[in-house]
């Protein structure tokens, strides 16, 4: 087995010299900006070590990776129950996409498309207050990281809340037919701040060792976990989740930050971030790093 260290050190070798970097989110201005140069990895391994390379102390947008903390709290809360309002299949439509729901009704296809995650957002945030829910799902992040430093951009949530059109016509959608609780504007200010949180390669990748433990976690129970992981395989890339499984073999949750949780059952939990994006909105050197780690090291789970 190769040293993780010189495996890491050598995809980011590689990643350096990739032309086709992929262009950074354009419909949230704020994440725009990025340089789309950068490039980050971390993996924590099963014993709290974590090797990284390139830019993984650089903290970024983890955008839609958080859907996996909101997920994961709102299964703990709710158990089952969330099923009844959003399904468990993939949509093979992009993220934001507004046709199954106007075509299939009021549920959602899976929790990671933003009509699904808008959904678990509402459900999670019950009758609390949206500083409330945040100050959880930080506390969530800082307890499985063991990193204090870990907080909500204000200028990101504020750039989506302003131009998010989609966002909004899913959420007045999911009202319309009685699949929120919350009004509009209340939930998805919730969902754009949770989105706009910032973390770095180092910090995320200690946050998933929860979704490695085989074991489950005081946070999360052992089926909880087994779930999340299916889920991330089959949905977590949106319409790219067939071409992710195909090329890296593990479970995964892309954001438009340009950042990827991966995670190698029992055996590492990975973060990657590079802010050029694929056509799906995943980030395209994060692939190609993931393919080349769980290839290097053996970690597909299809062997
Ligand atoms: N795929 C993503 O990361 C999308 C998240 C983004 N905040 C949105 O709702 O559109």
């Not at 190769?2 to 970097?21: C, G, K, W």
């Not at 750039?159 to 699949?179: F, G, I, V």
């Not at 609780?181 to 929860?210: D, K, W």
Request: with cysteine.
């Amino acid at each position: 087995m190769p040293s993780l260290q010189v495996v890491l050190d050598e995809i980011t070798s590689n990643m350096a010299s990739e032309v086709d970097r992929g262009q950074p989110a354009d419909f949230i201005p704020e994440l725009s900006q990025i340089d789309p140069g950068q490039f980050g990895i971390a993996v924590a391994l099963p014993s709290g070590e974590v090797v990284e390379s390139g830019d993984a102390r650089i903290p970024f947008s983890i955008q839609s990776i958080s859907k996996v903390i909101t997920l994961a709290i709102g299964l703990g809360r709710l158990g089952d129950g969330l099923w009844a309002r959003v399904g468990r299949e993939p949509s093979g439509l992009a993220f934001n996409s507004i046709l199954q729901l106007e075509q299939e009704g009021a549920c959602p296809r899976n929790p990671f498309v933003n009509a699904g995650a808008i959904v678990v957002t509402d459900a999670v945030l019950a009758r609390n207050e949206p500083r409330e829910f945040l100050a959880e799902i930080l506390q969530f992040l800082r307890t499985t990281s063991g990193h204090n430093d870990i907080f909500i951009n204000e200028d990101v949530a504020k750039s989506e809340a302003n131009n998010a059109h989609r966002n909004w016509a899913l959420a007045h959608m999911l009202k319309s037919r009685s699949n929120l609780f919350n009004e509009p504007a209340r939930v998805l200010g919730a969902y754009f701040h949770q989105c706009a949180i910032e973390m770095t390669c180092a910090q995320l990748a200690s946050a998933g060792r929860f979704l490695i433990n085989a074991n489950g976690t005081g946070l999360i129970s052992q089926d909880n976990v087994r779930h999340i992981n299916a889920l991330m395989m089959t949905c977590g890339h949106y319409d790219g989740s067939g071409e992710f499984a195909y090329r890296v073999g593990l479970p995964g949750k892309s954001g438009v930050g340009g950042g990827i949780l991966a995670l190698a059952p029992g055996r590492a939990a990975i973060a990657i971030w590079s802010p050029g994006l694929n056509k799906q909105g995943n980030s395209a050197l994060g692939t190609m790093a993931a393919e080349q780690l769980a290839r290097r090291m053996g970690w597909s789970v299809f062997l």
